[in-house]
C-alpha cells in the first residue's frame, strides 16, 4: 500500500511563527503536492514537485514555501503564520505520469 | 468558470437507493478524471478513475464520462449509510502533474 505520512495530526501555533509541516511518501514517486482543504472551498493547490529541488507554484503560493531535499520528503513552511492560514493541510504523491494521487491524512493547523 | 464544478449537495438518498453525482470540466484537454470519497475528518481516498469516454463499473459504483459534454458522474447503487461521505471531483490534463478538484458533494444515505 501507498504511504503518504503527515508529521503532525493536529497543530496549534501562534501568530507569526515560522511553522513547517512536514510529508513522506514510501512509494517511490516523483510528484509531490500540497493542498489545503477549506469549508465550501475544496482542496486548492499550494505547491507541488515534480522532481527533487525543483519546485512550481500553484493556485495560492502566497505567504508559503516548500522545500525537497530528497525524494520521498516534500515540506511546506509558513513563513509568518497568520490566523489566515487555519486549515486542514493535505499532502499527496503520485508516480510519473497521468494518474491519481495518494493522500496523506492530513494535519489541522489553528493559528491563533 | 471553475475548472471543475460539481453539483452543490447536499444529497440525502434512502438507504438501498442510487446517488447519483454530476462534474463538469472547462478544459478540453482534460485527459483524466477521479472520483474521491471523503469521511469527515478523514483525508480523500480514491474510489473510481476513468480515462476514455463511456462507463465503468466497480462494484457498486459506475463512473460514466462524457468528453464531448465535458461531463463526468459517479452513480452509487444500492446506497449504505457507510456511503455517506463527501465525494470529490477530480480533474487533470495530458501531461500536467496536478489535479484540479471540484469543492465536492456531501451525500447522506437515510437508513
Known amino acids: 500500500d501507498v504511504k503518504v505520512t503527515q508529521s503532525s495530526r493536529y497543530l496549534v501555533k501562534r501568530t507569526g511563527e515560522k511553522v513547517f509541516l512536514e510529508c513522506v511518501q514510501d512509494?517511490?514517486?516523483?510528484?509531490m503536492f500540497w493542498y489545503r482543504q477549506d469549508p465550501g472551498l475544496g482542496l486548492r493547490l499550494i505547491y507541488f514537485s515534480y522532481d527533487v529541488k525543483m519546485k512550481e507554484k500553484g493556485d495560492i503560493p502566497e505567504g508559503y514555501s516548500v522545500s525537497r531535499e530528497k525524494k520521498e520528503r516534500f515540506s511546506l513552511i509558513l513563513e509568518s503564520a497568520s490566523t489566515n492560514q487555519t486549515s486542514m493541510y493535505l499532502c499527496?504523491?503520485?508516480?510519473?505520469?497521468?494518474?491519481?494521487?495518494?493522500f496523506g491524512q492530513g494535519t489541522r493547523l489553528t493559528v491563533v | 468558470q471553475k475548472e471543475v464544478e460539481q453539483n452543490s449537495g447536499p444529497l440525502s438518498v434512502p438507504e438501498g437507493a442510487i446517488a447519483s453525482l454530476n462534474c463538469t470540466y472547462s478544459?478540453?484537454?482534460?485527459?483524466?478524471f477521479f472520483w474521491y470519497r471523503q469521511y469527515s475528518g478523514k483525508s480523500p481516498e480514491l474510489i473510481m478513475s476513468i480515462y476514455s469516454n463511456g462507463d465503468k463499473e466497480d462494484g457498486r459504483f459506475t463512473a460514466q464520462l462524457n468528453k464531448a459534454s465535458q461531463y463526468v458522474s459517479l452513480l452509487i447503487r444500492d446506497s449504505q449509510p457507510s456511503d455517506s461521505a463527501t465525494y470529490l471531483c477530480?480533474?487533470?490534463?495530458?501531461?500536467?502533474?496536478?489535479?484540479?478538484f471540484g469543492a465536492g458533494t456531501t451525500v447522506t444515505v437515510r437508513a
Open positions: 478544459d478540453r484537454g482534460s485527459q483524466s
Open positions: 512509494m517511490d514517486h516523483e510528484n
Open positions: 499527496a504523491s503520485s508516480p510519473t505520469g497521468v494518474t491519481e494521487a495518494f
Open positions: 477530480a480533474v487533470n490534463k495530458e501531461d500536467d502533474y496536478k489535479l484540479s
